[in-house]
């Protein structure tokens, strides 16, 4: 027999017309499987979903794998992580073996018990949590493969489907097979993700007829005929309307007035069987329908559960499974049919009466008496309102949300309904349910007055808006809040202004900088505050935040010094990520990768919560910007798990943005392209000029590095509008000099200096080193023979710009390019060999084959580029990543709790690195990083050699 929480084995009667999803399924458990694998099987109610996976848990079973189950359950959907205990309950013990922060965050979300005298960690991270349970799916692989089967996953909490698709996404080389079943055409919330899907579709008529045949009394004549049509190929359909007709043959001449909807049809015939039943079993079946799960078991220990000889008469009639596991219904549909058919009072009173034995289970017992409330009860609604502060504390923003939404709807007093709909509204924001907090503040505008609860809502409606990508009206919303609020709730409108500013980050249109600007003066110039509400500490990373999306050039001497001072204070993990973003815009890119890098190893500390998806691409945009593009990479990499993880679309767009830059960078076009390609099409290039700029830049210097000059200058022309206006305020500015590049090259120099100079008009103040660099070699390429030296010169003349390495280099090939063409070669000579060192040292084949080329025009034998990093290079950024923490010395499951990863897939990524690298094992890391990590001076010096030898022989 099946284990308690355990899916039944497999049915005895045969399985017909599923051989090919049989066949499918059961290759993933035999032969036992060697790697992971997810498998979505849908289909409508009664299409056989929990049938073919009873039959390869069975399977599974007897093949040695470790199966463990979940079944979702529709009265626990809103409990945060239900669904997760359900499936770990089991195996709760191996959760001490955990990484300790891991342990803590699983502990936490399932409410376990922790040591009453350690400080109280805050909510779980939902990240945490679902590398926590990645990292315990891999242990238990260790011992036998295992099998995840979700059954009903449609009812699961969204806490635990969230947690169970990020395990699944990361699985690799764990023995570990994941099968989800759920209802309907889409896959659930949070596996929506591109997984491989088993949709069962209809039975065909020759199958149907098959199956009804081996029904204990199948349908003959007219009335098979009505089954088949009424089932239209719906497995359990057929089963039940064969019952039907068997008991009652003149039922088939009701169906023709009864066009109802297959599930609609399905649940009149399975209510029409329980109201045949005795008063006794229908009442006990009601009670059972209403517990659903756990509460039944903890009302029978109470003595409040259904009498066992009255559900006799329904196991009979095959509703529902009694055995030593407990009270089990034949399918979903037949306990919904049970609980939807009785009237509302004698559900209210089945409510109660669980409710009464549930006492040391608060959150369950709040919502039984929330189902029974038919008006406002504020007993209720303050049960319910514990129950979201218990599942917040948990980490189950969903079901937090939830119980405060239904708390409002049991208020009888407006005042109360406003302030927990607000709330509500609120404890949503982090589930990313951008149309769900949309919901919650529009009905509480409907219902309050009250100024400050007003303007919360109306700050949480902003940030939905720009969440779903409506920017444009997210934006002025937004300014209205910090406009209202900025009298008397200071922190608030901080708040709002510096997600306004977020807006015009991602769209970069000059009028949306205005607006913030506007509003930024108004909160600076801002009278004495109200009695009680001073602003808040943090204001200055605020303000510095606010400053540097909207306009880094306009006051760049004050914003630059205010950076220096505020960074040197203590900050708050929140703060750094705003400073450090903010040093990163300004072009500080060495004190934005310090900041940013601290943010992250804040991040990292054992009991820290949250994360910070955006703060990490700034750090792989500032690691590019400083010519640490494997870094760069790596950030990408896991900023994309991040986005993946958490909803984020704008981070996933960044991350693919970095890689296709770095990647165009690196000449590898057919890859930067796909990627620049994705994030393109997952953004409203109206709303994100933030994207079409990064995007239009990256295929512009991958076609550059391809010799496509004619199509880089097409790509690299539309960073500015016919006026000349940014497409972003601030990045299209760092296309200028690759776009004048390509417009030489693709002879459009009139039109190239047309662009530029109508560009230039656009930027007003002092922009940084950096970017007047970008500047001079725009206007030193595009310039005439005469007048380019001096704009090259002046771009030159500033050590400390080589701080941007790559940007340096092009600038030096192209110097050295006019210097050769004039027929200086020893001037040229220096210039180029330092810039061919940069270009390999990044691996920018493109830039260091035409560097190489102009040396051999100039005489100088070039030496093929050393070849000691081209190994780590071959690897995956993720690999990289893992190589180098291990070459610190960090253990597999280290390296897995800081990446994000599980133990297992660490070591799978070390061992297929280790041949690439030419190593033996772990030991030898340590010295293939010190070798690659000082490359630099020996190709330096070797080609200083090589040009000097030549230069005394000439």
Same mark, same amino acid.
């Given at each position: 027999?099946?284990?308690?929480?355990?899916?039944?084995?497999?049915?005895?009667?045969?399985?017909?017309?599923?051989?090919?999803?049989?066949?499918?399924?059961?290759?993933?458990?035999?032969?036992?499987?060697?790697?992971?694998?997810?498998?979505?099987?849908?289909?409508?109610?009664?299409?056989?979903?929990?049938?073919?996976?009873?039959?390869?848990?069975?399977?599974?079973?007897?093949?040695?794998?470790?199966?463990?189950?979940?079944?979702?359950?529709?009265?626990?959907?809103?409990?945060?992580?239900?669904?997760?205990?359900?499936?770990?309950?089991?195996?709760?013990?191996?959760?001490?073996?955990?990484?300790?922060?891991?342990?803590?965050?699983?502990?936490?979300?399932?409410?376990?018990?922790?040591?009453?005298?350690?400080?109280?960690?805050?909510?779980?991270?939902?990240?945490?949590?679902?590398?926590?349970?990645?990292?315990?799916?891999?242990?238990?692989?260790?011992?036998?493969?295992?099998?995840?089967?979700?059954?009903?996953?449609?009812?699961?909490?969204?806490?635990?489907?969230?947690?169970?698709?990020?395990?699944?996404?990361?699985?690799?080389?764990?023995?570990?097979?994941?099968?989800?079943?759920?209802?309907?055409?889409?896959?659930?919330?949070?596996?929506?993700?591109?997984?491989?899907?088993?949709?069962?579709?209809?039975?065909?008529?020759?199958?149907?007829?098959?199956?009804?045949?081996?029904?204990?009394?199948?349908?003959?004549?007219?009335?098979?005929?009505?089954?088949?049509?009424?089932?239209?190929?719906?497995?359990?359909?057929?089963?039940?309307?064969?019952?039907?007709?068997?008991?009652?043959?003149?039922?088939?001449?009701?169906?023709?007035?009864?066009?109802?909807?297959?599930?609609?049809?399905?649940?009149?015939?399975?209510?029409?069987?329980? %109201?045949?039943?005795?008063? #006794?079993? &229908?009442? +006990?079946?009601? @009670? =059972? !329908?209403? /517990?659903?799960? $756990? *509460?039944?078991?903890?009302?029978?220990?109470?003595?409040?559960?259904?009498?066992?000889?009255?559900?006799?008469?329904?196991?009979?009639?095959?509703?529902?499974?009694?055995?030593?596991?407990?009270?089990?219904?034949?399918?979903?549909?037949?306990?919904?049919?049970?609980?939807?058919?009785?009237?509302?009072?004698?559900?209210?009173?089945?409510?109660?009466?669980?409710?009464? %034995?549930?006492?040391?289970? #608060?959150? &369950?017992? +709040?919502?039984? @008496? =929330? !189902?029974? /409330?038919?008006? $406002? *009860?504020?007993?209720?609604?303050?049960?319910?309102?514990?129950?979201?502060?218990?599942?917040?504390?948990?980490?189950?923003?969903?079901?937090?949300?939830?119980?405060?939404?239904?708390?409002?709807?049991?208020?009888?007093?407006?005042?109360?309904?406003?302030?927990?709909?607000?709330?509500?509204?609120?404890?949503?924001?982090?589930?990313?349910?951008?149309?769900?907090?949309?919901?919650?503040?529009?009905?509480?505008?409907?219902?309050?007055?009250?100024?400050?609860?007003?303007?919360?809502?109306?700050?949480?409606?902003?940030?939905?808006?720009?969440?779903?990508?409506?920017?444009?009206?997210?934006?002025?919303?937004?300014?209205?809040?910090?406009?209202?609020?900025?009298?008397?709730?200071?922190?608030?409108?901080?708040?709002?202004?510096?997600?306004?500013?977020?807006?015009?980050?991602?769209?970069?249109?000059?009028?949306?900088?205005?607006?913030?600007?506007?509003?930024?003066?108004?909160?600076?110039?801002?009278?004495?505050?109200?009695?009680?509400?001073?602003?808040?500490?943090?204001?200055?990373?605020?303000?510095?935040?606010?400053?540097?999306?909207?306009?880094?050039?306009?006051?760049?001497?004050?914003?630059?010094?205010?950076?220096?001072?505020?960074?040197?204070?203590?900050?708050?993990?929140?703060?750094?990520?705003?400073?450090?973003?903010?040093?990163?815009?300004?072009?500080?890119?060495?004190?934005?990768?310090?900041?940013?890098?601290?943010?992250?190893?804040?991040?990292?500390?054992?009991?820290?919560?949250?994360?910070?998806?955006?703060?990490?691409?700034?750090?792989?945009?500032?690691?590019?910007?400083?010519?640490?593009?494997?870094?760069?990479?790596?950030?990408?990499?896991?900023?994309?798990?991040?986005?993946?993880?958490?909803?984020?679309?704008?981070?996933?767009?960044?991350?693919?943005?970095?890689?296709?830059?770095?990647?165009?960078?690196?000449?590898?076009?057919?890859?930067?392209?796909?990627?620049?390609?994705?994030?393109?099409?997952?953004?409203?290039?109206?709303?994100?000029?933030?994207?079409?700029?990064?995007?239009?830049?990256?295929?512009?210097?991958?076609?550059?590095?391809?010799?496509?000059?004619?199509?880089?200058?097409?790509?690299?022309?539309?960073?500015?509008?016919?006026?000349?206006?940014?497409?972003?305020?601030?990045?299209?500015?760092?296309?200028?000099?690759?776009?004048?590049?390509?417009?030489?090259?693709?002879?459009?120099?009139?039109?190239?200096?047309?662009?530029?100079?109508?560009?230039?008009?656009?930027?007003?103040?002092?922009?940084?080193?950096?970017?007047?660099?970008?500047?001079?070699?725009?206007?030193?390429?595009?310039?005439?023979?005469?007048?380019?030296?001096?704009?090259?010169?002046?771009?030159?003349?500033?050590?400390?710009?080589?701080?941007?390495?790559?940007?340096?280099?092009?600038?030096?090939?192209?110097?050295?390019?006019?210097?050769?063409?004039?027929?200086?070669?020893?001037?040229?000579?220096?210039?180029?060999?330092?810039?061919?060192?940069?270009?390999?040292?990044?691996?920018?084949?493109?830039?260091?084959?035409?560097?190489?080329?102009?040396?051999?025009?100039?005489?100088?034998?070039?030496?093929?580029?050393?070849?000691?990093?081209?190994?780590?290079?071959?690897?995956?950024?993720?690999?990289?990543?893992?190589?180098?923490?291990?070459?610190?010395?960090?253990?597999?499951?280290?390296?897995?709790?800081?990446?994000?990863?599980?133990?297992?897939?660490?070591?799978?990524?070390?061992?297929?690195?280790?041949?690439?690298?030419?190593?033996?094992?772990?030991?030898?890391?340590?010295?293939?990083?010190?070798?690659?990590?000082?490359?630099?001076?020996?190709?330096?010096?070797?080609?200083?050699?090589?040009?000097?030898?030549?230069?005394?022989?000439?």
């Amino acid at each position: 027999m099946p284990g308690p929480g355990e899916l039944p084995g497999p049915q005895p009667a045969p399985v017909i017309g599923r051989d090919a999803g049989l066949a499918r399924l059961r290759a993933l458990v035999d032969p036992v499987p060697q790697v992971s694998q997810v498998l979505l099987v849908t289909g409508e109610a009664g299409m056989g979903k929990t049938v073919l996976l009873a039959d390869t848990a069975g399977r599974a079973r007897r093949a040695g794998l470790r199966v463990l189950p979940v079944t979702g359950r529709e009265s626990e959907s809103r409990l945060a992580f239900a669904g997760l205990h359900q499936l770990l309950r089991p195996v709760l013990p191996a959760v001490a073996g955990l990484p300790a922060r891991q342990g803590r965050a699983l502990s936490g979300a399932l409410g376990l018990s922790a040591d009453p005298g350690a400080p109280d960690p805050g909510a779980p991270d939902p990240l945490l949590t679902g590398v926590a349970v990645l990292t315990l799916l891999s242990d238990l692989s260790e011992h036998s493969p295992v099998l995840v089967v979700a059954d009903d996953a449609h009812w699961l909490d969204r806490s635990s489907l969230d947690a169970l698709a990020f395990a699944g996404s990361r699985l690799d080389a764990e023995p570990v097979v994941l099968l989800v079943g759920a209802r309907g055409q889409a896959p659930p919330p949070g596996f929506d993700r591109g997984f491989p899907e088993l949709h069962l579709e209809p039975l065909s008529a020759a199958d149907a007829g098959r199956l009804l045949d081996v029904q204990p009394r199948p349908p003959r004549g007219r009335a098979r005929g009505q089954v088949l049509a009424q089932a239209a190929g719906n497995p359990m359909a057929l089963i039940e309307l064969a019952k039907v007709i068997a008991e009652d043959p003149a039922a088939s001449r009701r169906w023709a007035a009864e066009p109802l909807p297959l599930t609609d049809r399905l649940m009149a015939v399975l209510t029409s069987r329980f %109201a045949a039943l005795p008063e #006794p079993a &229908r009442a +006990a079946l009601l @009670l =059972a !329908a209403v /517990a659903d799960g $756990p *509460d039944l078991s903890a009302a029978a220990s109470h003595g409040a559960g259904p009498d066992a000889r009255a559900l006799a008469p329904a196991e009979q009639l095959g509703l529902i499974a009694v055995d030593r596991t407990g009270l089990r219904f034949s399918h979903p549909l037949v306990r919904s049919a049970i609980y939807h058919s009785a009237p509302f009072a004698r559900r209210a009173a089945a409510h109660r009466q669980l409710a009464g %034995a549930l006492h040391d289970q #608060p959150d &369950r017992r +709040a919502w039984h @008496l =929330a !189902a029974a /409330a038919l008006h $406002p *009860d504020e007993q209720v609604a303050s049960l319910l309102e514990a129950t979201a502060a218990q599942a917040q504390h948990r980490g189950g923003a969903a079901a937090a949300a939830l119980a405060m939404e239904r708390a409002a709807e049991l208020s009888p007093d407006r005042a109360d309904q406003a302030r927990r709909l607000v709330a509500a509204a609120s404890a949503a924001v982090p589930t990313g349910q951008a149309d769900w907090v949309q919901d919650l503040t529009s009905r509480a505008l409907a219902v309050t007055a009250d100024p400050e609860l007003r303007l919360t809502a109306r700050h949480d409606a902003g940030w939905a808006l720009a969440y779903s990508g409506r920017r444009s009206a997210a934006l002025p919303a937004l300014i209205s809040v910090a406009e209202e609020a900025s009298r008397d709730q200071p922190a608030l409108a901080w708040d709002a202004l510096a997600d306004a500013a977020k807006v015009v980050y991602h769209s970069g249109a000059p009028a949306s900088c205005q607006a913030v600007s506007r509003v930024l003066g108004l909160l600076e110039n801002q009278g004495p505050r109200s009695a009680g509400h001073g602003p808040r500490a943090d204001v200055g990373p605020h303000r510095l935040w606010i400053q540097a999306c909207i306009d880094p050039f306009g006051s760049r001497s004050e914003l630059i010094w205010y950076l220096r001072q505020i960074s040197r204070s203590p900050l708050e993990e929140p703060a750094l990520w705003r400073i450090g973003s903010a040093a990163w815009l300004l072009d500080e890119s060495d004190l934005a990768i310090t900041l940013l890098q601290d943010a992250m190893q804040r991040l990292r500390a054992p009991g820290t919560q949250g994360t910070s998806g955006p703060g990490l691409t700034a750090l792989g945009w500032a690691y590019i910007d400083t010519g640490r593009w494997d870094e760069a990479l790596e950030a990408a990499a896991e900023a994309a798990g991040l986005a993946e993880a958490n909803q984020m679309e704008l981070v996933a767009a960044a991350a693919d943005l970095i890689a296709a830059t770095v990647l165009a960078m690196r000449a590898d076009s057919g890859a930067a392209r796909r990627h620049a390609d994705r994030a393109l099409g997952h953004a409203d290039l109206a709303e994100s000029g933030f994207v079409a700029a990064r995007a239009r830049r990256a295929l512009g210097i991958a076609a550059l590095a391809d010799g496509s000059h004619l199509l880089a200058f097409t790509q690299l022309r539309q960073l500015f509008s016919e006026e000349g206006a940014p497409v972003h305020n601030i990045f299209s500015y760092l296309g200028v000099a690759d776009m004048a590049a390509a417009a030489v090259r693709a002879d459009r120099r009139m039109e190239g200096q047309d662009v530029l100079e109508r560009a230039l008009s656009h930027l007003g103040g002092t922009v940084s080193p950096r970017l007047e660099q970008l500047i001079a070699r725009a206007r030193g390429i595009l310039a005439g023979p005469d007048g380019a030296e001096a704009h090259f010169g002046k771009a030159l003349a500033d050590p400390a710009e080589d701080q941007w390495p790559f940007e340096r280099a092009q600038l030096r090939l192209d110097y050295a390019e006019w210097l050769r063409r004039r027929r200086r070669i020893n001037d040229a000579k220096p210039v180029l060999t330092e810039a061919l060192g940069t270009f390999r040292r990044l691996r920018a084949r493109s830039w260091a084959q035409r560097a190489e080329a102009e040396l051999r025009a100039c005489g100088v034998a070039v030496a093929d580029a050393p070849g000691e990093r081209d190994a780590l290079w071959e690897l995956t950024p993720q690999q990289r990543q893992i190589v180098r923490l291990a070459s610190d010395g960090l253990t597999n499951r280290q390296i897995g709790d800081r990446l994000f990863l599980s133990p297992r897939t660490v070591s799978s990524h070390l061992y297929r690195s280790y041949p690439k690298l030419g190593v033996a094992g772990r030991s030898q890391l340590r010295d293939v990083i010190a070798r690659a990590s000082t490359p630099t001076a020996a190709h330096d010096s070797a080609g200083s050699r090589t040009l000097r030898v030549r230069d005394l022989g000439a």
